[in-house]
């Protein structure tokens, strides 16, 4: 199994980045998937979770700024994450919820004006 996190990078605070996760090599449309991330000095956790039928659950800090969503055709993930604050700055990863499988180098989202 893969997991290829992108669209990370640098964004002032304000503003919005999309991310994508593309998953091979196993049956994404019977998942629950969910985005996770790693600040600096900190453990890794789940921010956002999706469910095969499209339910959608945000953790505190990010409810009502960050949209996860999927495509089950295109094996693919994605988090839309508007009005980044500093505080978002981390690696984030996608996997499935509760996550089963290695977790990939993910993509940094770095929040600085």
């Known amino acids: 199994v893969q997991l290829q996190a992108s669209g990370g990078g640098l964004a002032q605070p304000g503003g919005s980045l999309r991310l994508s996760c593309t998953v091979s090599?196993?049956?994404?449309?019977?998942?629950?998937m969910g985005w996770y991330r790693q600040a600096p000095g900190q453990g890794r956790e789940l921010i956002a979770s999706i469910t095969v039928a499209g339910t959608t659950t945000y953790t505190d800090s990010v409810r009502g700024r960050f949209t996860i969503s999927r495509d089950n055709d295109r094996n693919r993930l994605s988090l839309q994450m508007t009005r980044l604050k500093p505080e978002d700055t981390a690696v984030y990863f996608c996997?499935?919820?509760?996550?089963?499988?290695?977790w990939g180098q993910g993509t940094l989202v770095t929040v600085s004006s």
């Open positions: 090599g196993t049956f994404f449309s019977l998942d629950t």
């Open positions: 996997n499935t919820n509760p996550y089963q499988y290695n």
